[in-house]
């Protein structure tokens, strides 16, 4: 199978003086986890926004489909994507069913609401991931584990070709850590990329 994603001879410095990785290599398949590891501080986060486009490599590339990242900005790489973070100050009450919504954005013209259509894929991926008792809920006041799940669920409806994952399963108890770490494989059986 071909790669979804490569990346080559990875370098990156957010000062020009310090380097925080080099000659990182590696190839992702559809269908594939992939775990990037270390200590604080060894660069993971780093890795992950040059791999999502939020920051630029000083030298290599990062190809997903056959692009090179470098050159896609934007909703375009929203659509190609989906990056789920470790932790969210949740500030505002929208409804589950709202938040989840957001992940069309990349979809939407400026200035236009979800139509029809999109609000259907929200609550078939609700369904999927069995939250459709959840859609009127507040999203400022479900549990942290449910909370995982509607991030996981707002990316879906992004649908991107790879999914990363920052820390997923931290400050989860051990029955919501299972049930995250379930819910991923099941994503990879169906043909996401991903990266924790
Ligand atoms: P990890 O995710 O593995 O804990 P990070 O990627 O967050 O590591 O950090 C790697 C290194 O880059 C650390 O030395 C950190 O201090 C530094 N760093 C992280 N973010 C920034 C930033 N925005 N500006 C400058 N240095 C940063």
Do not use: W
Request: charged content about 20%.
């Amino acid at each position: 199978m071909t790669n979804l994603l490569e990346v080559a001879d990875a370098e990156f410095s957010y000062d020009g003086a310090t380097t925080v990785f080099r000659q990182v290599n590696f190839q992702l398949k559809k269908g594939e986890i992939l775990t990037i590891l270390g200590p604080n501080g060894a660069g993971k986060s780093t890795l992950l926004s040059c791999i999502s486009g939020f920051r630029n490599l000083v030298k290599g590339t990062v190809t997903l489909g056959g692009q090179d990242l470098s050159a896609v900005k934007g909703r375009k790489l929203a659509q190609m994507v989906g990056f789920v973070p470790q932790s969210q100050v949740r500030t505002f009450d929208f409804s589950v069913r709202e938040y989840i919504a957001m992940g069309r954005a990349p979809y939407l013209g400026y200035g236009k609401t979800p139509s029809a259509s999109d609000y259907a894929m929200v609550d078939a991926v609700m369904e999927q991931l069995n939250l459709t008792h959840l859609k009127d809920k507040v999203y400022t006041k479900i549990s942290g584990g449910e909370c995982q799940q509607v991030l996981i669920a707002r990316v879906l409806v992004q649908d991107p070709q790879i999914i990363m994952l920052d820390e997923p399963v931290n400050h989860l108890d051990y029955g919501n850590q299972i049930r995250i770490l379930k819910l991923i494989k099941r994503l990879s059986t169906e043909g996401y990329g991903i990266i924790l």
